[in-house]
């Protein structure tokens, strides 16, 4: 499964269009590997552990913000766009790591929070220090309050994570001025109709594009642009991951964004080995998202709408449907994602039934009690034959190869969503698929910090956790480990996987069925009886047991030569 040092260079440099169809893998750096002991992942637990990358035949990595930060959101606070958190290691750890991935044929892929800083960032002080109507104030968004004294917010806008969006600051030992943040208190709403914002993160992607970087991550690329004036929403306050169902929204997805990304283009193809960006934007519809992957905008975004549908073969399909064509419309490749960092991992999702929207917190989901990990696994092996056979890049969240689950029962005290004290501890937020990975031993810390560590893990591992280290998986061919390194192998080899056609077969109902290519179909079962698999077809790879006798069990999907 290892690639000779020549394929790796010319996988590497293979095309300035190898993002089209990147299986990129999602390095949630806090929880991956803790090189030096004291319970947080960090840059040389990565470089510690790049050959699991490479085992399981990814093509990139994206790593969630590294920069200095307060951590009040698990590092979208950030205090210093050109620098490395000193917890997960330094520059020169940095850029090591860069050059062994791209030595091993990985990409690296950053993650950029241009919404808002932290409350720590040199800009945010100052605008603090500063007196209000001041250019340091203009940075962000500084507004009097409403009501007599000012003691109302400006607006009615909500934080995503919870209460209102606004904080209200002393000015002259005064009650003040109120700022904006769309997202904790911490993390002000930077001002982008500031043309010094625009140079300054035009600057920062310059910064680490000159240090090898391949690409961006843009975190909550819908909600730079703010409506002139900041009018009331009206209507009830509503979540960042809810579709946003309204096309005059005066905080998301407002056609000012795009011109922002425009630059950003201009940025990225100055280099010779042009640079990439994947967009994180919580949109309407496809249409929408579309709009940010014209040619001269961004490459390609996270593709929601797929992670949002239930396990139900027409809803799948027209989501698949959907998501191709508006795509195409644009010349973009499509992406698939499972799971991330902001919501329930896919096994916990797929094992019960959803009981409001479309089960992406827990809040969507029946009670743990009713979890079938059995079912959500064998879905979830399913989930990803489906998503890898699909034309495009696809994203794995790290963990998704072990199978895990979303840790549920995290006590009280250890939680460190900021969503669960906005909440008013009502929504507990998203630590539970946020927990370090295992990677071998049966008890924590599992690997993930070496024996005799100062510090446990960050966030408690669960017991359970022992089936699936990856020293447990690796040599079990029956794994989900396995089936990810098969599949991604396979997707390499195969010369109708990736980018390409896509064609629907016929099929029953329950089912979905499809071909790439000539030679190639991939079908899955959701329905919850036996479906016939194409007469002469051979199976290259199945998601589960039982696919052998010509039949497809139920959650089950195949790969097939036809
Ligand atoms: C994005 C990130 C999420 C973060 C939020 C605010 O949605 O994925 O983790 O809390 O932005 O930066
Ligand atoms: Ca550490």
Redesign the pocket.
Known sequence: MRMGTAEVATRRTGGSTWWRDAVVYQLYIRSFADGNGDGIGDIAGIRARLGHLRDLGVDAVWI?PWYPSPMT??G??VADYRAVEPVFGTAEEAGALVDEAHALGLRVILDI?P??SSDQHNWFRQALAAAPGSPERALYHFRPGRGPGGEEPPNDWRS??GGSAWTRVTDGGEPGEWYLHL??AT?PDLNWADPRVQAEFESILRFWFDRGVDGFRI??AHGLVKSDGLPDLGGDGEN??APVERTDHPHWDRDGVHEIYRGWRRVGDSYPDPRVFVA?A?VDSPERLARYLRPDELHTAFNFDFLRTPWDAEALRKAIDHSLATVAEVGAPPTWVLS???VVRHVSRLGRPVTNGAGHSLSDLAPATTLDRELGRRRARAAALLMFALPGGAYVYQGDELGLWEVEDLPDEVLQD?TWKRSGNTDRG?DGCRVPLPWSGTAPPFGFSQDGARSTPWLPQPADFASVTVEAQEDDPASMLSLYRAALALRHEHPALGDGEFTWLPSGPGVLAFSRGSGFACVVNLSDSPVPLPAGATVLLGSGPGIADGALPPDAAAWLAV
């Open positions: 969630n959101d698990g979208y606070d929070v919404n808002h995503v994570f997202f904790d993390q975190d909550v960042m991951l994180e919580w991330n960092h902001d900021p998203r």
